[in-house]
């Protein structure tokens, strides 16, 4: 999952990003409107937690620019602005959901799955391909009774991969779905993943191969 998170309090911001990468997302972090701008219109994301108080204006004024640009994606407002009338104006704009500040990180994570539960379209639970199952809910990769232990962007790139199995996925697209805004991606990086990837399938004897079209990306299918 990648996740637009606008925030200009940099202890909220590290705080809130080293608990969400402990679920496997990767976190884009704006401090300003005009960050969150480009984030938005560069990147697709599946939620957004976006403050309101920001050292350029109002947070909820992205909410059009959101709605605009990706019709689906779940809004959550955290802010210290929490009177009834804040909460409506934001609800109102267009969230999907208020959080005011303080607040509990178990409750935004509830609040966050929840939002999530309300798909755009009704999406698969699992993928099954050769002997392999993934689970798109847990993240967790099977070959029969065997759980294949995955560090995080391994995990990444093959829920990525999956979700296209069978089709080329452009390396552009498995950066975004990696690596979040500004971090900076050494040239091999990907490759390094995919290499480390397709041994630790082989070991597992999942029937599936990761294979690379030259200078476009990868695509993921069984094994003949």
């Known amino acids: 999952m990648r996740l637009l998170l606008v925030e200009d309090e940099p202890e909220m911001a590290a705080a809130l990003s080293a608990v969400l990468l402990r679920y496997d997302t990767v976190v884009d972090h704006a401090r300003t409107k005009l960050i969150a701008e480009e ?58 959901d208020y959080l005011p500040k303080p607040f509990a990180v178990e409750e935004l994570l509830a609040r966050l799955r929840a939002v999530l539960r309300r798909p755009m379209q009704v999406a698969p639970e699992s993928v099954q391909l050769g002997a392999l199952s993934f689970d798109l809910d847990s993240r967790e990769a099977r070959v029969g009774d065997s759980t294949i232990e995955l560090p995080r962007r391994e995990l990444l790139v093959l829920e990525c991969l999956l979700r296209r199995a069978g089709r080329t996925v452009l390396r552009t697209s498995l950066e975004d779905a990696v690596y979040g805004y500004g971090d900076e991606i050494q040239s091999n990086s990907l490759d390094a993943h995919i290499s480390r990837l397709r041994r630790k399938l082989a070991d597992a004897r999942s029937g599936v191969e990761i294979h690379g079209i030259r200078g476009v990306g990868y695509l993921i299918k069984a094994a003949a």
């Not at 947070?59 to 909460?87: C, Q, W, Y």
């Open 39 to 96: 984030a938005i219109l560069s990147h697709a994301h599946d939620a957004v937690l976006l403050d309101r108080k920001l050292p350029d204006g109002d947070g909820i004024d992205l909410v059009p620019l959101l709605r605009k640009r990706h019709a689906g994606v779940p809004v959550i407002i955290i802010s210290a602005r929490g009177s009834i009338a804040d909460k409506i104006e934001g609800l109102d704009t267009g969230a999907d």
